[in-house]
């Protein structure tokens, strides 16, 4: 029965409804017309669902797609962050840093030779005005 109940109010807050939630808890125990201090992590939960509305919109990521676990996010910064810049020895300035993960996040996600397209081309424009040249223009030996 508890997990049931539980259950009911977890599947309220991912359809969007944190603040009715909230609102329950707090209704519930003055139903049961709890003390002061039986009353008080109920009260406690209820705080942390208002005051986190905002980060509890799980019905608009997964809208979205978006993960909403935080293992999902954990891992793909670890992947896309950690592998990569945290190398022993490895002196990373913010720019430099910054430029790397730009870069390993194009690779990642498969971007990146469309990236180097758009960059090789607004690169030639910038210092030769007039047509691009051709891309796929066959290399001399």
Same mark, same amino acid.
């Given at each position: 029965?508890?997990?049931?109940?539980?259950?009911?109010? #977890?599947?309220?807050?991912?359809?969007?409804?944190?603040?009715?939630?909230?609102?329950?808890?707090?209704?519930?125990?003055?139903?049961?017309?709890?003390? /002061?201090?039986?009353?008080?992590?109920?009260?406690?939960?209820?705080?942390?669902?208002? !005051? !986190?509305? /905002?980060?509890?919109?799980?019905?608009? #990521?997964? #809208?979205?797609?978006?993960?909403? =676990?935080?293992?999902?996010? /954990?891992?793909?910064?670890?992947?896309?962050?950690?592998?990569?810049?945290?190398?022993?020895?490895?002196?990373?300035?913010? #720019?430099? =840093?910054?430029?790397?993960?730009?870069?390993?996040?194009?690779?990642?996600?498969?971007?990146?030779?469309?990236?180097?397209?758009?960059?090789?081309? =607004?690169?030639?424009?910038?210092?030769?005005?007039?047509?691009?040249?051709?891309?796929?223009?066959?290399? =001399?030996?």
């Amino acid at each position: 029965e508890r997990e049931q109940w539980v259950m009911e109010r #977890a599947m309220a807050i991912l359809e969007g409804r944190a603040h009715d939630v909230a609102v329950g808890l707090r209704r519930a125990a003055t139903r049961k017309q709890l003390g /002061e201090t039986a009353r008080k992590p109920i009260d406690k939960a209820a705080d942390y669902i208002d !005051n !986190n509305r /905002e980060r509890l919109e799980y019905d608009q #990521a997964l #809208a979205l797609g978006l993960p909403i =676990a935080t293992g999902v996010i /954990e891992g793909a910064c670890r992947h896309l962050v950690k592998d990569r810049m945290d190398l022993t020895g490895a002196r990373w300035g913010l #720019a430099r =840093a910054e430029a790397i993960l730009k870069l390993r996040s194009l690779k990642i996600s498969g971007d990146l030779p469309a990236y180097l397209a758009f960059h090789f081309d =607004a690169e030639h424009r910038r210092h030769y005005p007039g047509p691009p040249i051709p891309l796929d223009l066959p290399v =001399a030996a």
